[in-house]
């Protein structure tokens, strides 16, 4: 995480050590490309203010924004003195300030691993993490697993611009053009209740099923096949562009170890009648259905290990990489290429981490490039967009908020549109730095594009930004359809026009026929 506001990843942990000292510490980045030999670490101690607390061994530790204000905050994953149970820690960040204790809660017995996305699509970052009663140690299967949600308290999106964001000197939404303001009253509240509409608790068997149409209470949260085993969390991406998250996790069809480990995805679907994950009266926020047809490649994988979204072939729609362990015979590494076609739009962003000052870099020839691929968590992006219907929702995505135990992730951020006939009313990139204006502004970015911004790396300097358009395919098409309907309008207006011609050449034929007999 970029912990100093200076655009370089540092490391945050604890020193391993036999004595009881659990004090955080720091490794931040201090290399410099210029110096030969230079130092790439300096160990000291955060600026924290509260009660800190001994990391979890494993942890879902994130860098991802939880208050809303587009600067990303720290979650850690603690145990408990003298008990097996864990608990979680938000220190919201204060730039120079350091950071300060926000919240802290107990997690769910069985708790695995979190992972971080907007899942009701309300412009705030929501927690989606496993629980398992049981997970084996020889093959990482856990049986009779939940899928739970808590989702994120905070201010809403107004219903519309012009809605008043004040009522009583208390604010009580957000404006559209005002996405990025702290709200200190955010929360996640893990209680499970029927009074409690953020927490859901999803049983594994009511949304994936296992082999044989049989449903699974397995998920595969480990992998054993690491020494030691890493944890493997549920992933999250919006392979259909409709801007909701779906999940993409895998099914084990049981503990033992011939047991299939199968790659599902379920789709993040409206609530409706036998929609798994909403309540009794078919409401709720999100429901999920499981992909069964045109899935087939996905079902036929037995050996899967560990699975991960990425846009393979740069066609802006999210595929599917599955590392296998080779017990099938067909090779370790499967990429499933997404042939959908969804009739909506996606965005991806990337903020670039001041690896070369200007946004580009030179090789020892002179030639000049961009440093797209470098790796830069803590970044956040909120947008609002209109649909076909004029109704207008606002959604966020964090860029590499976890980046621990393989976690696979793009060094893009991808997100889904859905369906509309607008450009993205407003785009909001917040960075990690320290100063002022942490984040800007863009109005208008064109869908189906690719943004790149490069925040100043000194001061308050401009910002950068590009926008690269995607060559679809159907451009040319388009761009037929354009000449052969201007050609059509061409030959009507000349037609028109020589209609024209002949009926005033008949007009002044008659006129001259005409006999002035007032005259005579």
Not at 272 to 301: D, F, M, P, Y
């Amino acid at each position: 995480m970029d912990m100093n506001g200076d655009l370089q990843i540092d490391l945050f942990g604890t020193v391993p050590s036999r004595s009881s000292d659990t004090t955080f510490k720091v490794w931040n980045n201090i290399w410099n490309s210029s110096e030969t030999g230079s130092t790439v670490f300096n160990l000291t101690d955060p600026n924290m203010d509260g009660a800190q607390c001994k990391l979890s061994n494993p942890h879902s530790n994130a860098a991802v924004d939880l208050n809303g204000d587009c600067l990303a905050d720290l979650f850690l994953v603690c145990d408990e003195e003298k008990s097996s149970n864990q608990y979680f820690q938000i220190w919201v960040n204060n730039k120079d300030s350091g950071f300060s204790l926000a919240q802290l809660g107990r997690l769910p017995k069985g708790f695995q691993s979190i992972t971080f996305g907007d899942i009701d699509r309300d412009g705030t970052i929501d927690m989606l993490f496993v629980t398992c009663d049981s997970v084996s140690k020889l093959t990482g299967a856990g049986s009779k697993c939940k899928i739970n949600i808590a989702y994120n308290k905070q201010l809403p999106l107004c219903a519309s611009a012009t809605a008043p964001s004040v009522r009583k000197g208390k604010r009580v939404c957000r404006s559209p053009d005002d996405l990025c303001t702290a709200d200190p009253d955010f929360q996640f509240d893990l209680h499970e209740s029927d009074d409690n509409p953020d927490f859901v608790s999803i049983p594994v068997s009511d949304i994936f099923i296992s082999e044989g149409a049989v449903q699974s209470q397995s998920l595969l949260v480990l992998d054993t096949t690491q020494k030691p085993p890493v944890p493997i969390p549920i992933k999250v991406g919006d392979v259909n562009q409709d801007g909701f998250p779906d999940l993409l996790a895998i099914v084990s069809s049981g503990p033992g170890s011939q047991s299939a480990r199968t790659p599902q995805l379920a789709y993040s679907v409206p609530c409706g009648k036998g929609v798994s994950g909403c309540t009794s009266n078919n409401s709720g926020r999100r429901g999920w259905a499981v992909l069964k047809k045109g899935g087939e490649i996905l079902n036929s994988v037995k050996d899967a290990k560990s699975v991960a979204f990425l846009d393979v072939d740069e066609d802006g729609t999210l595929d599917i990489m599955v590392q296998r362990t080779g017990n099938q015979g067909e090779g370790n590494i499967l990429f499933v290429q997404n042939n959908f076609y969804y009739d909506a739009f996606f965005l991806k962003a990337i903020v670039l981490n001041g690896a070369c000052g200007s946004g580009l870099c030179s090789t020892p020839n002179g030639t000049k490039y961009h440093p797209f691929g470098v790796s830069y968590s803590g970044a956040t992006y909120k947008y609002t967009v209109l649909d076909t219907s004029g109704r207008r929702s606002a959604a966020a995505v964090g860029q590499l908020p976890q980046t621990s135990y393989q976690s696979l992730l793009t060094p893009y951020s991808y997100f889904g549109l859905g369906r509309t006939n607008n450009y993205i009313e407003n785009l909001f990139v917040g960075s990690t730095k320290h100063t002022d204006e942490h984040y800007i502004d863009m109005e208008g970015v064109i869908p189906n594009s690719k943004v790149v911004i490069i925040p100043p790396i000194d001061g308050d300097g401009p910002w950068k930004k590009e926008l690269f358009l995607r060559p679809g395919e159907w451009i040319p098409w388009v761009t037929l359809t354009v000449v052969i309907a201007t050609v059509i309008l061409a030959i009507i207006v000349f037609v028109l026009h020589l209609n024209e011609k002949r009926e005033d050449e008949m007009e002044r034929r008659r006129a001259s026929h005409h006999i002035n007999f007032d005259a005579l």
